[in-house]
C-alpha cells in the first residue's frame, strides 16, 4: 500500500514537472482570477477600427482569464456625448476605461502627439508598435498619463493621410501654391510651408465647407473621407505623400483600477497588445481598400504621387518643420523632443525590416 502511495506521489510530481517545462496547460493547475465586469466607453459606434481591435483586446483577455475578465461595452456616446469629455470620465472612474485621444487635450497630453507629426510614417500598426515601445521604455509618457490618472491600454493610428481636391490635381509641389485646404494642427502647418492655405473647419462643417467650396480640398484618413462625404464633390484624392497618421488613437484604463487588477491579469492585458494590433492592420487594410474602390467607382481619380515629388515635399519642410514642432511641445513637456526623435527611429527601422501588416490600397 506504502509502495502505491509513493508510487502515485512520484508520478504525480513527475507530472507536474513535465508539464511546466513542456508548457501543458491543465485545468488543475490554471491561475484563477477574481471575476470583473469593467466598464468601457466610448462616444464613437462600435464598428469603428478602433472599438473593433479593442474588442479583439478584450477578448483574448477574456479567453486568458477563463472568462473571470468582461467588459460592459458602452458605445455611441451613453456615458458621454462629447469626445473632449472621454477622458474626464474615465480619470473619474465614470467608466473604467475606454477610447481616447491625446488630441482632446494637447496641453495636458503633449506625449500623445508624438506620432502625429508628418513624414514620421504611413503605418498605423507600426504606430501602435511605436507607442507600446515609448510606453515600455521611456517613464516619462508614463508618469504624463499616471499625473491624470490614466494607463495606457491600447494604440493605434488613424491613417495614413490623403489629399482630397475638387480644383486642379495636386500631383507635386508646385500644385499646392495658394490651395486652400481644410487642414488643422500639424498638418496644417505642414500645408501653409509648402505653401497652401490652411483652413481650420470644425469637423461638423466639413462636408458643408467642401461641398460650397469654402475650401477646396479636405486632408483627412480615406476613412474620415467617407465619412463624410468627399467622394459625392471631389475629383481626385492624392496618397503615398507621406503625411503620416491622422492621429495616434488610443484606449486607456483608470488608475486605481489598473492598481486593483491582479498582477497575472495585467500581464495578460499587456500580451493582449498583439491581439489588438493584428485586429487594426487586417481591418484597417480591408476597409482603407474598400474606400479607395468607393471614390474610384464614383469617379475621383485615386492617384499616388511619386517618390521623387514625394522627397521633394520633404526637402521642403524638413528639417525645420520637425525642430519647430519640437521646440513649441517642449514648451508643455521636454521630453516632447526627444521621444519624438525615438519614435521617428523606431518606426524608421522597422519599416525597413518589413515589419508593418497594413496594406495601402494606393500601392496597388
Not at 71 to 94: A, H, M, P, Y
Request: proline share 3%.
Amino acid at each position: 500500500m506504502k509502495n502505491s502511495f509513493n508510487k502515485i506521489t512520484s508520478f504525480s510530481i513527475l507530472f507536474i514537472f513535465l508539464a511546466s517545462i513542456m508548457g501543458i496547460s491543465n485545468p488543475l493547475f490554471a491561475e484563477t482570477f477574481k471575476k470583473r465586469k469593467l466598464v468601457y466607453t466610448s462616444f464613437m459606434s462600435d464598428k469603428t477600427l478602433g472599438a473593433q481591435a479593442d474588442i479583439a483586446f478584450w477578448k483574448y483577455v477574456e479567453e486568458k482569464t477563463g472568462g473571470a475578465v468582461t467588459v460592459d461595452w458602452r458605445f455611441n456616446g451613453s456615458l458621454n456625448s462629447k469626445s473632449e469629455q472621454q477622458s474626464t470620465v474615465i480619470e473619474t472612474g465614470l467608466a473604467d476605461m475606454g477610447q481616447w485621444s491625446a488630441a482632446y487635450d494637447p496641453a495636458r497630453f503633449p506625449l500623445g502627439g508624438i506620432a502625429q507629426p508628418l513624414f514620421i510614417t504611413d503605418k498605423p500598426d507600426l504606430t501602435s508598435r511605436a507607442g507600446y515601445y515609448i510606453w515600455d521604455n521611456y517613464p516619462e509618457w508614463k508618469a504624463e498619463m499616471n499625473k491624470n490618472n490614466l494607463v495606457l491600454l491600447t494604440s493605434y493610428g488613424v491613417g495614413p493621410v490623403q489629399v482630397a481636391g475638387s480644383t486642379g490635381v495636386i500631383q507635386k509641389l508646385g500644385d499646392i501654391a495658394g490651395k486652400k485646404y481644410r487642414a488643422t494642427g500639424f498638418v496644417g502647418e505642414a500645408w501653409a510651408g509648402l505653401g497652401g492655405v490652411p483652413v481650420n473647419v470644425a469637423g461638423s462643417e466639413i462636408y458643408t465647407a467642401f461641398s460650397q467650396g469654402t475650401v477646396e480640398g479636405v486632408i483627412l484618413a480615406l476613412q474620415h473621407l467617407d465619412l463624410f462625404k468627399i467622394h459625392e464633390g471631389a475629383t481626385f484624392v492624392l496618397g503615398g505623400t507621406g503625411f503620416g497618421i491622422y492621429s495616434n488613437s488610443c484606449s486607456v484604463m483608470n488608475l486605481d483600477t489598473w492598481n486593483s487588477l491582479e498582477p497575472g491579469v495585467q500581464k495578460i492585458i499587456i500580451e493582449a497588445r498583439e491581439a489588438s494590433i493584428a485586429n487594426f492592420s487586417e481591418n484597417a487594410s480591408a476597409k482603407d481598400k474598400m474606400f479607395y474602390d468607393k471614390f474610384k467607382k464614383a469617379g475621383v481619380k485615386m492617384i499616388k504621387m511619386s517618390k521623387k515629388e514625394k522627397q521633394k515635399l520633404k526637402d521642403r519642410l524638413l528639417p525645420g518643420y520637425w525642430e519647430e514642432i519640437k521646440a513649441k511641445q517642449n514648451k508643455f513637456n521636454p521630453s516632447f523632443g526627444k521621444l519624438m526623435d525615438v519614435y521617428a527611429k523606431k518606426v524608421d527601422e522597422w519599416d525597413k525590416a518589413g515589419k508593418s501588416q497594413y496594406k495601402d490600397p494606393f500601392d496597388n
